[in-house]
């Protein structure tokens, strides 16, 4: 069994939780008495005077932001536009902005605010009005987040040279394959992608080779290139369910490799299980046409050394019982604790 390194764990916690509303720090109220270098719509804890926040106050703008301020928070207001100038006492020194449940459109995003902010480490922009990502200029970005927009357009080139990196969240979106080819080239840091209910038909081409968690979930997926995962050899997690995909789509040996421990391929139009990698760990494949147990595509041969690390097979939802399972199964799939046929 692969070790589950504490980074991933992180990481998919984050995806699978959906922690995008906690902050790590708690409200202002319960930090005590507030700072006098603080704009007075907010709250700046004297025990902690690097934050100021700014979250749940019925605000339609950004206070301008005092120096010394690194941690910056502003979600659940009615905010709609960014004024000029909000940021200039902070562009290098900003940490932290959270811009969460907003209504902001990119037009009410004045030049010079966000694209000034060389120092930030995580942007949270989710729930808002954007139809085009907006990326600040900090090669420190360490996390992106996105979600529940209206982005169609990711500008080419502007994650390029943000080593540092880690995970982008652009769930339920508007984005499409096109929109997002070569925008996470060379991003040698980058471990997870989160682009669940989009409109992608494939997989984003020039994904960086350090990915390890791809989920695709509610797309329009028909079918993966023969090279797409070769590309990607510490890929461990892939979900691509609710999605377009049939048998003529997947290639043979597409999704035979090494690196993956978990596949979700369910609600889908396959009609066979895909041939797969005997290192895999999980296998979701309920809710497709699949008529057959393809006891070869899970294993090759069966031996002393030759068999499936299968844990979880689901296979619900398809035309097939568990009547279907070859008698000859139980040496290749004698690590498996559950196969669920209904």
């Known amino acids: 069994m692969f070790p589950l390194r504490v980074p991933i764990f992180a990481v998919l916690v984050s995806l699978t939780v959906g922690q995008y509303d906690d902050y790590d720090y708690q409200p202002a109220s319960q930090h005590g008495p507030s700072s006098a270098n ?29 120096s010394g301020i ?43 605010t966000i694209d000034k902010l060389t120092g930030l480490h995580k942007i949270l922009f989710s729930f808002n009005k954007l139809t085009e990502a907006v990326i600040p200029p900090s090669m420190s970005l360490d996390e992106l ?8 357009k990711f500008p080419a080139g502007s994650l390029a ?71 990607l050899p510490k890929l461990a997690y892939l979900r691509l369910a609710y999605n377009q995909m049939t048998d003529a789509g997947i290639p043979a040996g597409v999704f035979n490799v090494t690196s993956l421990i ?23 494949l309920q809710v497709n046409e699949i008529n057959k147990f393809n006891l070869e595509n899970i294993c090759k ?19 097939i019982t568990h009547a279907d399972l070859p008698h000859d199964s139980s040496n290749c799939l004698r690590q498996a604790s559950d196969i669920i046929f209904d």
């Open 70 to 112: 690194k941690y910056l928070y502003l979600q659940n207001n009615l905010i709609e536009e960014i004024k000029a100038g909000v940021f200039d006492n902070v562009t290098a020194e900003l940490r932290w902005l959270v811009l969460d449940h907003n209504q902001i459109t990119n037009d009410k995003v004045a030049k010079g």
């Open 262 to 284: 978990e596949l979700d391929l369910s609600y889908n139009k396959l009609q066979s299980i895909p041939e797969i990698n005997e290192q895999l760990e999980h296998l979701y």
């Open 145 to 152: 987040k996105m979600m529940n927009n209206q982005l169609s």
């Open 301 to 319: 041969f069966s031996g002393p050394l030759n068999y499936s690390r299968l844990k979880h097979l689901r296979l619900d939802g398809n035309n």
């Open 161 to 231: 040279g943000m080593q540092n990196l880690t995970s982008v969240h652009l769930q339920n979106n508007e984005l499409t394959s096109k929109a997002l080819n070569g925008v996470f080239k060379g991003l040698n840091k980058l471990v997870a992608i989160d682009l669940t209910n989009n409109k992608l038909k494939k997989l984003p081409s020039g994904m960086s080779s350090s990915l390890e968690v791809f989920y695709g979930d509610h797309n329009d997926i028909s079918s993966i290139a023969a090279g797409d995962l070769k590309e």
């Open 38 to 66: 603080c704009a007075q719509e907010c709250e700046c804890p004297i025990n902690f005077p690097t934050a100021m926040y700014c979250d749940s106050r019925n605000l339609k703008f950004v206070p301008i932001v005092p």
